[in-house]
Structures are given as structure tokens and as C-alpha cells.
């Protein structure tokens, strides 16, 4: 599968891995910074999300596949690879599974464990999204507050929306295979996978995807690994605290 990425920047590959119903896009402001020192930016759509192809099929082995494909196609060697959420699992496998490609691993909070189904209510509320009455992203916004209280959320998922044709909204993701294959997101990362690599796993203080008991199973995965945590921020790390994410990020790649 040919995903969609957005390449800016020289240097050294830096691949970045968006979360859950999500996009590269996300990932724009901090990357044009991270760009600034000496890398090339790869912000990558997953297959189902952004302008990436849809299809039937999703799950991390098959994401871990795409990735492999688009850096064979891109001569792509020695990168840095940072996943949040959803792309950290990804990113997990890839360098468990390809660790002569990957340089340095950079986990946006997210461990290897198993968690449990949590993204009920917004898949509800984005599956309810009737576009032949919706016409404005106004009208998209006070249908999806009755399922996603969260205004952050709320516009964070609306990045979706595009005009599909005149005055006609759509979600660019494809929504049908995430509810389907939803149950993919939580998947642990096998025990039979580790990578000796150089990495680092960030967490938010005020989130609750890793927590103290997970440390012990990520050094034992990722045995060169150091754990970071971003002050006044949540599950949305890098975007609620960038430039502390950023100063983290850069003096890991630094040593």
C-alpha cells in the first residue's frame, strides 16, 4: 500500500506515526521545528486514516508492513521513528521486527501492554455524523458534543472533515474499518518482540496510559529505553506541551 506523507526538511529521516483517528497533519507545527535541526520530516497518513488508502484490512502487523514498504520505496535507512498512541504500537513492532532500519525509537505514550477498548463514544458520535443534513463544520461540532463532551477532542476529530464536492462534507478517514477493526487498537505487543535500540518512552503527568507498574515490561522489551515524562500534559502530549515534548525529544536524539 503507497501511503501519503508529507516530506519536508534535509537530513537525517525522521518518520513520524500518527494515533487513532488521527493524521500526519497532526504533527505539522512540532515538526517543522524538529525539521530545523538536521532532519528530514516523513509525516505519514496510516492506511484508514488522512489521504493514505483505505481498506479492509488493519491491524499492527499490517501497519508495520505499509511502513516497511514506504521506506524500501524511499530508500529510507537509519531513521528516527517516533509514534504516538496508536502509531507507538506501530512503531513498536516496526523496530522490533526491522531494527536495522531504525536508528533511535521515540514513544509517545503509549506502552507495549494491552488496553482495553476506551474510544466507544467517539466512534459512536462519528458514525452518527449524517452529512446530508450536516452542512457546516458548526453543525458537525454540536452533533459530535453529544457523544465527546471534550471541545479538544472534538476539534481534533474534525480535522477529518473535507468537502467531499460542493457543499457536501465527509471524513477522510475510513470510518467503517476503524469500527470494524477497532478492536486491533489495544493489542499488546508480543513478549517475542524486543528492539536493543536506543529509545524513549514519553508520558504525559496527567495521563494515565503508562503508569509506574508498566516500566518493568518496557525495560524488559526495550532494554535500552528511558522513560521521560511531559509536565501539565495529558494523553495529547505534543500538543499540550510542545515545547517541553520538544526540548525532551531533542536532547534524547542529542546523546
Not at 476529530?157 to 457543499?167: A, H, I, R, S, V
Not at 486491533?184 to 503508562?210: M, P, W
Given at each position: 500500500?503507497?501511503?501519503?506523507?508529507?516530506?519536508?526538511?534535509?537530513?537525517?529521516?525522521?518518520?513520524?506515526?500518527?494515533?487513532?483517528?488521527?493524521?500526519?497533519?497532526?504533527?505539522?507545527?512540532?515538526?517543522?521545528?524538529?525539521?530545523?535541526?538536521?532532519?528530514?520530516?516523513?509525516?505519514?497518513?496510516?492506511?484508514?486514516h488522512?489521504?493514505?488508502?483505505?481498506?479492509?484490512?488493519?491491524?499492527?502487523?499490517?501497519?508495520?508492513?505499509?511502513?516497511?514498504?514506504?521506506?524500501?520505496?524511499?530508500?529510507?535507512?537509519?531513521?528516527?521513528?517516533?509514534?504516538?498512541?496508536?502509531?507507538?504500537?506501530?512503531?513498536?513492532?516496526?523496530?522490533?521486527?526491522?531494527?536495522?532500519?531504525?536508528?533511535?525509537?521515540?514513544?509517545?505514550?503509549?506502552?507495549?501492554?494491552?488496553?482495553?477498548?476506551?474510544?466507544?463514544?467517539?466512534?459512536?458520535?462519528?458514525?452518527?455524523?449524517?452529512?446530508e443534513?450536516l452542512?457546516?463544520?458548526?453543525?458537525?461540532?454540536?452533533?459530535?458534543?453529544?457523544?465527546?463532551?471534550?471541545?479538544?477532542?472534538?476539534?481534533?476529530?474534525?480535522?477529518?472533515?473535507?468537502?467531499?464536492?460542493?457543499?457536501?462534507?465527509?471524513?477522510?478517514?475510513?470510518?467503517?474499518?476503524?469500527?470494524?477493526?477497532?478492536?486491533?487498537?489495544?493489542?499488546?505487543?508480543?513478549?517475542?518482540?524486543?528492539?536493543?535500540?536506543?529509545?524513549?518512552?514519553?508520558?504525559?503527568?496527567?495521563?494515565?496510559?503508562?503508569?509506574?507498574?508498566?516500566?518493568?515490561?518496557?525495560?524488559?522489551?526495550?532494554?535500552?529505553?528511558?522513560?521521560?515524562?511531559?509536565?501539565?500534559?495529558?494523553?495529547?502530549?505534543?500538543?499540550?506541551?510542545?515545547?517541553?515534548?520538544?526540548?525532551?525529544?531533542?536532547?534524547?536524539?542529542?546523546?
Amino acid at each position: 500500500m503507497k501511503l501519503h506523507a508529507n516530506v519536508f526538511g534535509e537530513g537525517t529521516p525522521f518518520v513520524i506515526l500518527h494515533g487513532f483517528l488521527g493524521m500526519g497533519d497532526n504533527w505539522k507545527t512540532l515538526a517543522k521545528k524538529i525539521s530545523e535541526q538536521g532532519y528530514q520530516i516523513h509525516l505519514i497518513d496510516q492506511r484508514n486514516h488522512g489521504r493514505s488508502p483505505h481498506s479492509d484490512e488493519f491491524n499492527y502487523e499490517i501497519l508495520a508492513l505499509d511502513l516497511l514498504e514506504y521506506c524500501r520505496d524511499h530508500g529510507l535507512e537509519d531513521i528516527v521513528l517516533l509514534g504516538h498512541s496508536m502509531g507507538g504500537k506501530t512503531a513498536m513492532l516496526f523496530a522490533a521486527k526491522y531494527p536495522d532500519i531504525v536508528d533511535k525509537l521515540v514513544v509517545a505514550d503509549i506502552g507495549p501492554k494491552y488496553y482495553p477498548l476506551h474510544h466507544q463514544d467517539i466512534l459512536d458520535g462519528l458514525d452518527s455524523l449524517d452529512f446530508e443534513v450536516l452542512k457546516s463544520r458548526g453543525d458537525v461540532d454540536k452533533a459530535l458534543e453529544l457523544y465527546v463532551r471534550d471541545a479538544g477532542v472534538r476539534m481534533f476529530l474534525m480535522k477529518n472533515l473535507f468537502w467531499k464536492e460542493k457543499g457536501r462534507l465527509g471524513l477522510r478517514m475510513n470510518l467503517n474499518s476503524l469500527i470494524r477493526n477497532s478492536s486491533e487498537i489495544g493489542v499488546a505487543l508480543s513478549e517475542e518482540y524486543l528492539y536493543a535500540g536506543d529509545t524513549l518512552f514519553l508520558r504525559g503527568q496527567k495521563s494515565n496510559y503508562i503508569i509506574d507498574e508498566d516500566i518493568d515490561l518496557i525495560k524488559k522489551q526495550f532494554p535500552k529505553s528511558k522513560i521521560g515524562e511531559i509536565s501539565n500534559a495529558g494523553h495529547w502530549l505534543h500538543a499540550e506541551n510542545p515545547s517541553e515534548f520538544l526540548m525532551t525529544l531533542l536532547e534524547f536524539l542529542k546523546n
